[in-house]
């Protein structure tokens, strides 16, 4: 599984500090420069790189959270199931990437967020775990 799938890549210029999006670039490309004349990948190939997740967890309510890339997409997916009011959707959260919920329903094992994502992230929004009471 490509751990980088869930992750979007920047080069950051070691002058001005500004973030290039590198996600889809050469990383062997060398002597890249930013717009204010520094480096932003040296003649020598030296990179200062940041990794963001693209994808997060949504908690729309008390009971689902959901898998997208934006919050606007997870709302667009889950109010297919379910109608949200302008109040779950102020109350919408990021649910932290370390955060643990149970994998199964017999709940023996837990998984983390981020392992969720890495295992089941196909490029579209899915429920990545609910709250039964
Ligand atoms: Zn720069």
Not at 31 to 51: A, M, N, R
């Amino acid at each position: 599984m490509d751990k980088f799938l869930n992750m979007k890549t920047f080069d950051i210029c070691w002058n001005c500090g500004k973030e290039h999006d590198s996600t889809n670039q050469s990383p062997f490309e060398y002597g890249v420069k930013c717009e204010c004349g520094g480096y932003v990948v040296s003649p020598s190939g030296k990179v200062q790189i940041k990794t963001v997740p693209i994808v997060h967890v949504y908690q729309m309510n008390e009971y689902d959270a959901v898998a997208a890339e934006s919050v606007e997409q997870a709302i667009e997916y889950y109010s297919q199931f379910e109608p949200l009011d302008e109040e779950d959707i102020e109350n919408i959260e990021v649910v932290p990437m370390d955060y643990q919920v149970w994998d199964d329903e017999e709940r023996t094992k837990k998984i983390s967020i981020r392992e969720i994502i890495e295992n089941e992230w196909k490029g579209e929004p899915f429920i990545a775990f609910s709250t039964e009471y």
